[in-house]
T-cell receptor, first 109, second 113 residues
Framework: EDQVTQSPEALRLQEGESSSLNCSYT??????LFWYRQDPGKGPEFLFT???AGEEKEKERLKATLTKKESFLHITAPKPEDSATYLC??????????FGKGMKLTVNP | NAGVTQTPKFQVLKTGQSMTLQCAQD?????MYWYRQDPGMGLRLIYY???????DKGEVPNGYNVSRLNKREFSLRLESAAPSQTSVYFC????????????FGPGTRLTVL
């Protein structure tokens, strides 16, 4: 059974304080690992797709990396507007995505 | 492009009432999905439709039915609502097979009293 575990569940940072979010996964035949951002009262917003170990993708202050067991979302010099819940999901051999429970990030000014 | 749209945004039902949540996408995607999101549980798949004319159960299908009306529209029906179905419901769509990205709608917040 495919599984995704995100840690920590919540993280509070000061503006400018870089950190990383972890997504551990087990999946039969990884077809893709996805990162989403979700703001309160909104639907998940797509950030990145990673397909194979060693792959990295960047967008503004965010950088996602992938190994055979984990993905990290690195946040460099975060700003208050980066505050959101970050979701990780994997797709294995089926049509379905399996999501982690999410990680709530708060960035204080 | 509006992307994925959902109606209504909010709904309050009494136990035993029925309702249909509507979802439409204008991206010409083949696959569509219904999820529910509950505190501490993450997103859980209710039903999905890999293509027009097909539907399959996800992780938590009990108490729900779906209809893939055409390529654009995928509805979720609660025949007899229960308080356990209080949740936020999201619809998503995806282009085709493989690991293409799912794009989500804004959600419907449903309360069952």
């Amino acid at each position: 059974e495919d599984q995704v575990t995100q840690s920590p569940e919540a993280l509070r940072l000061q503006e400018g304080e870089s950190s990383s979010l972890n997504c551990s996964y087990t999946v039969s035949g990884l077809r893709g690992l996805f990162w989403y951002r979700q703001d309160p009262g909104k639907g998940p917003e797509f950030l990145f797709t990673l397909y194979s170990a060693g792959e990295e993708k960047e967008k503004e202050r965010l950088k996602a990396t992938l190994t055979k067991k984990e993905s990290f979302l690195h946040i460099t010099a975060p700003k208050p507007e980066d505050s959101a819940t970050y979701l990780c999901a994997v797709q294995g051999g089926s049509e379905k995505l399996v999501f982690g429970k999410g990680m709530k990030l708060t960035v204080n000014p | 492009n509006a992307g994925v749209t959902q109606t209504p945004k909010f709904q309050v039902l009494k136990t035993g009432q029925s309702m249909t949540l509507q979802c439409a996408q204008d991206m010409n995607h083949n696959s569509m999905y219904w999820y529910r999101q509950d505190p501490g549980m993450g997103l859980r798949l209710i039903y999905y439709s890999a293509s027009e004319g097909t539907t399959d159960k996800g992780e938590v299908p009990n108490g729900y039915n779906v209809s893939r009306l055409n390529k654009r529209e995928f509805s979720l029906r609660l025949e007899s609502a229960a308080p356990s179905q209080t949740s936020v419901y999201f619809c998503a769509s995806r282009e085709q097979g493989g690991a293409d990205t799912q794009y989500f709608g804004p959600g419907t917040r449903l309360t069952v009293l």
